[in-house]
């Protein structure tokens, strides 16, 4: 695992990733609601816990998990080392998926910027999967039910409750509020702390914010890799 003074050295090298302006995200107010959920990897033991918790409460099938965690080998001035990375659908503000779906039965609550599924409309076709540029919908290898993704575990906002991958984060890694909320944790992390969202070129303004990644950070590699390849 990626130990402290390694990460620091990692974070303060190379200039390839770029983060985001925290003013312009916060100053991006919509009605109602805006959620997020900010990941600190420096936090992050790759437990698996979330992907776990999340499986558990959701009953998702195996190969169709609505949250993972990959590990990739860097390399440092004292050689290589592993870091442990969160990924699950980024409740972007412009996303690509719900402009693929032919019947609109994925769309982005206007309450709150949750990108949902109406699962008595969507007809499997399985392209919103395909048009996720995160890879963050699993598919229906048989198309006889509806892509899996995270959706914040809106049964659980409704209840006071938070999303179950940050209720049970061993490394207190995962946090989750509303960014309309200047005084909530998502908002001062943000505000305090210099944030990346992950392919930022492609234009989706993802609500899923990153702290403590290296500047060389190759998110396209990341997200290309097996999240169960490490495990072996």
């Keep these: 695992m990626l130990d402290r003074r390694t990460l620091l050295k990692l974070i303060a090298s190379g200039t390839a990733f770029s983060a985001v302006s925290s003013q312009a995200v916060l100053a991006?107010?919509?009605?109602g609601k805006r959620y997020?959920?900010?990941f600190d990897v420096r936090k992050c033991t790759g437990c698996l816990s979330c992907t776990v918790n999340c499986s558990i409460e959701n009953q998702t099938q195996p190969g169709r998990e609505r949250t993972v965690v990959t590990q990739l080998s860097l390399t440092s001035d004292e050689g290589p080392a592993v870091i442990a990375l969160p990924n699950q659908c980024n409740q972007c503000e412009d996303p690509s998926c719900v402009k693929a779906c032919p019947v609109k039965a994925t769309f982005k609550?206007?309450?709150?910027?949750i990108v949902v599924i109406?699962?008595?409309?969507?007809?499997?076709?399985m392209n919103c999967v395909k048009a996720c540029p995160y890879g963050a919908r699993k598919e229906d290898p048989e198309r006889k039910n509806p892509p899996e993704k995270c959706n914040?575990?809106?049964?659980?906002l409704n209840e006071g409750l938070l999303p179950a991958c940050v209720e049970s984060c061993i490394g207190?890694?995962?946090?989750?509020?509303?960014?309309n909320d200047e005084n909530s944790v998502v908002s001062q992390l943000i505000k305090n702390n210099k944030t990346y969202v992950l392919l930022e070129s492609a234009g989706t303004h993802p609500n899923i914010f990153y702290i403590g990644?290296?500047?060389k950070f190759e998110d396209k590699k990341w997200l290309s890799?097996?999240?169960?390849?490490?495990?072996?």
């Design 28 to 31: 991006a107010k919509t009605p």
């Design 36 to 38: 997020a959920m900010v």
């Design 109 to 113: 609550r206007p309450e709150d910027g």
């Design 118 to 125: 109406d699962y008595d409309r969507c007809i499997h076709c």
């Design 152 to 156: 914040f575990c809106i049964h659980r």
């Design 172 to 179: 207190g890694a995962r946090y989750f509020g509303d960014l």
């Design 213 to 215: 990644l290296p500047e």
């Design 225 to 232: 890799a097996d999240s169960k390849e490490w495990q072996r």
